[in-house]
């Protein structure tokens, strides 16, 4: 079965710091792999995708393919960056759309 | 563009008791989901829709839970009768559904059930 993980339950970082939000993965086929965020008392939104290959809100994510993983990248964190951080994967498109644990991100002053 | 909708928004039920849930998807969004988020974990997919017929059911507790969206729009959740541990948010989500139109989920603001 898909799994996605994230180790890190929570992440603090200083604002205009570098922040990487790990996500892994485990399937053996080509999966579609997405970033969800969730601002306090908003609904789960979607961030980007890797198929976009763009960068939302200075947000990037590569997808790495012989290490299972889909890390979230930004280079210098902005305090509306704080938020919960959930890493989801989807096979056999629009089937199976599996999320992670998340990762609460609180971006300090 | 209307969003997802959901209510109640918020619920407490005793256990045992019964609680029905209901969701209206993005209109023109074929494919409909049910997701369970206890506190402190990612949702978890309880059951998909493509139009009216179910999709994936495989993770949902069918001796309790039961889902229906009969005109392939709106959907019903129903719990009964409910547990202790099923109190959490229960989150429904819509997509397009086609590759034309992107692999892409929206979801509803959710339905905080809490059993006492």
């Known amino acids: 079965a898909q799994r996605v993980t994230q180790p890190e339950k929570l992440l603090s970082v200083f604002k205009g710091a570098p922040v990487e939000l790990k996500c892994n993965y485990s399937?053996?086929?080509?999966?579609?792999l997405f970033w969800y965020v969730q601002y306090s008392r908003q609904r789960l939104q979607l961030l980007l995708r890797h198929i976009s290959r763009e960068s939302i809100k200075g947000f990037t994510a590569d997808l790495n393919k012989g290490e299972t993983s889909f890390h979230l990248k930004k280079p210098f964190a902005q305090e509306e960056d704080s938020a919960m951080y959930y890493c989801a994967l989807s096979v056999s498109y629009g089937q199976n759309f599996v999320f992670g644990p998340g990762t609460r991100l609180s971006v300090l002053p | 563009e209307a969003g997802v909708a959901q209510s109640p928004r918020y619920k407490i039920i005793e256990k045992r008791q019964s609680v029905a849930f209901w969701c209206n998807p993005i209109s023109g969004h074929a494919t409909l989901y049910w997701y369970q988020q206890i506190l402190g974990q990612g949702p978890k997919l309880l059951i998909q829709?493509?139009?009216?017929?179910?999709?994936?059911d495989s993770q949902l507790p069918k001796d309790r839970f039961s889902a229906e969206r009969l005109k392939g729009v709106d959907s019903t959740l129903k719990i009964q009768p409910a547990k202790l541990e099923d109190s959490a948010v229960y989150l429904c989500?819509?997509?397009?559904?086609?590759?034309?139109?992107?692999?892409?989920?929206?979801f509803g603001e959710g339905s905080w059930l809490t059993v006492v």
């Open positions: 399937y053996s086929g080509s999966p579609e």
């Open positions: 989500a819509s997509s397009f559904g086609d590759i034309t139109s992107g692999n892409t989920i929206y």
């Open positions: 829709f493509q139009n009216n017929g179910v999709v994936d």
